[in-house]
């Protein structure tokens, strides 16, 4: 069965600051890869997602992803955080053809003024 | 207003009690699932279903059951045999089409134990 990791569970960043937190999984076929974000007392919304071609992607409010299948991973990125980032952020995978998602445990960012 | 409805926002279950969790989606999607979310673990699915009449268990479905009466309604009933039911409980949908399959969640349901 597939698995996700999650590397960073509590991240705290002064705004302004670079973000990337890490996400690798293990499975070795194709994949489908999304990155969720929860913020404080809101629905669990799509960041991004990865399906095909361009392996960098582009989601909302200005994160990024790169899959680099090599090494199993879909990094979030973002150049410049702000305080209104603070939220939790879900990585997750679809693999195998099938319609689960497998989802990592989630790392706590916290952006301070 | 389209979207998932998860009702109640909170519940409260006494012991060797059973209790129901209503999903509600007007999307027009085939698939639902439900997850439960405790802190640190992420999120991990308990039951999904592709069509009516049809659904399968995900990884931790013990002490869970679901029924798929109607494509917009997807119910979770925690048991009385489900020893450690608080948590976080999320419901999402999404259409079959891998393509383009994206889960879209509700706004979840806290479950707590008196």
């Known amino acids: 069965a597939q698995s996700v990791s999650q590397h960073n569970h509590h991240v705290i960043l002064s705004e302004a600051a670079s973000l990337e937190l890490g996400c690798n999984y293990s499975?070795?076929?194709?994949?489908?890869l999304f990155w969720y974000v929860q913020y404080p007392g809101q629905h669990l919304q799509l960041l991004l997602k990865?399906?095909?071609?361009?392996?960098l992607v582009k989601g909302i409010k200005g994160f990024e992803a790169e899959f680099i299948k090599s090494k199993f991973s879909f990094n979030l990125r973002k150049p410049s955080v702000q305080w209104s980032d603070t939220a939790e952020y879900f990585c997750?995978?679809?693999?195998?053809?099938?319609?689960?998602?497998?989802f990592g445990t989630g790392t706590q960012l916290k952006v301070e003024l | 207003d389209g979207g998932i409805t998860q009702s109640p926002k909170y519940l409260f279950r006494k012991e060797g009690q059973n209790v129901t969790l209503s999903c509600e989606q007007n999307?027009?999607?085939?698939?639902m699932y439900w997850y439960r979310q405790d802190p640190g673990q992420g999120l991990r699915l308990i039951y999904y279903?592709?069509?009516?009449?049809?659904?399968q268990k995900g990884d931790i479905a013990e002490g869970y059951s679901v029924s798929r009466e109607k494509k917009e309604s997807f119910p979770l009933t925690v048991t009385s045999a489900q020893k450690n039911p608080t948590a976080f409980y999320l419901c999402?949908?999404?259409?079959?089409?891998?393509?383009?399959?994206?889960?879209?969640f509700g706004a979840g349901t806290r479950l707590s134990v008196l």
């Open positions: 999307l027009n999607h085939d698939a």
């Open positions: 990865y399906f095909s071609g361009d392996p």
């Open positions: 997750a995978v679809r693999a195998g053809g099938g319609n689960k998602l497998t």
């Open positions: 499975y070795g076929g194709t994949v489908n």
């Open positions: 999402a949908s999404s259409i079959l089409d891998l393509a383009k399959n994206i889960q879209y």
């Open positions: 279903s592709q069509i009516v009449n049809d659904f």
